[in-house]
């Protein structure tokens, strides 16, 4: 049956409640972790961070745009590229067989191994980010052929099947072209190309920015759901504070490439320690409250000339 508008409204009472109290092992660990861009005046992108992301734990990481979040995501991953650069810090990841590995370290190829095996990632723009000229199937059943290479062609076409079905999106839509989606669909093809391998960790950096809030709240249940199917751990990067309040375990509030404040998510709600974080929460007007009269002393009926 298909939910009612109201149904997709983010209420208050619900933002107070975290999606779940469960963490597990440590999965990441960032420790001090600073990035720079060397351009004419060096810029001191991500300043000295520390984080522990938990197994099958939503972490969310809130801020405004160029505040550093997609960088110290970067940053993690490998992802970054000239003239950015890591000039501290350390990043381990704690596989689940007990052993530790610092990213940051990893040759080459061990790295392309290690990355959407272990920890994958979907890009800011995501929606875009499909090859138009080669139809869904190729494109997920690549990633199999590159990680996966003694798998047959019948199993990776099974796989890639399985894995559109597990995001809500039918397997027939394999032999569909990006242009022959909608938005929504197309951001649950890239969701599903980052579970293809079922990593443990996913990054998802800012990936419902372009779609409207109906298809966004469906997104974010699918995320929660697979979630707590899968177990596997979310780094959910967005500017949207309510948003993250709904559905993460913990949030880190980074501001001028620094995280001020990390908590739990109901303690971030109910008790904000930094004033960046209240500006924050601030932000966002309330559903519930006394209404407010748009025209007041005559101003705004000069203006819409009904005076």
Request: charged share 25%; proline share 5%; net charge neutral.
């Amino acid at each position: 049956m298909t939910n009612s508008l109201s149904d997709n409204l983010i209420r208050p009472e619900e933002l107070a409640q975290p999606v779940s109290g469960r963490r597990g092992r440590p999965v990441l660990t960032v420790e001090n972790l600073s990035v720079i861009y060397e351009v004419a005046h060096p810029v001191a992108a991500v300043k000295d961070v520390s984080l522990t992301l938990a197994a099958g734990e939503i972490l969310g990481l809130a801020g405004e745009s160029g505040c550093g979040k997609t960088t110290l995501a970067y940053a993690v991953n490998r992802l970054h590229r000239p003239p950015a650069r890591i000039s501290a810090g350390r990043v381990t990841w704690h596989d689940r067989d007990g052993t530790d590995t610092d990213l940051l370290h990893l040759a080459p190829e061990a790295l392309r191994a290690f990355r959407w095996d272990k920890l994958s990632m979907v890009f800011q723009g995501a929606m875009n980010a499909l090859n138009p000229v080669i139809n869904i199937r190729a494109q997920l059943e690549d990633v199999l052929t590159t990680h996966r290479p003694g798998m047959g062609r019948a199993e990776r076409r099974r796989r890639a099947g399985d894995a559109l079905e597990l995001v809500g999106v039918d397997r027939s839509r394999l032999r569909s072209f990006a242009h022959e989606l909608s938005g929504g669909m197309r951001q649950r093809v890239m969701i599903a190309m980052a579970l293809l391998l079922q990593p443990q960790v996913m990054i998802m950096d800012e990936p419902t920015t372009a779609l409207d809030v109906v298809v966004q709240r469906e997104i974010l249940r699918e995320i929660v759901r697979l979630r707590d199917d899968l177990n596997f751990a979310v780094i959910f990067i967005t500017h949207d504070l309510p948003m993250l309040l709904e559905i993460s375990d913990r949030i880190a509030v980074m501001l001028a490439g620094e995280i001020v404040e990390l908590a739990d998510a109901q303690l971030i709600y109910s008790d904000p320690q930094h004033e960046y974080t209240r500006k924050l929460l601030r932000s966002f007007p309330s559903l519930t409250g006394e209404r407010g009269d748009f025209i007041r002393s005559g101003v705004a009926e000069k203006k819409l000339g009904t005076s």
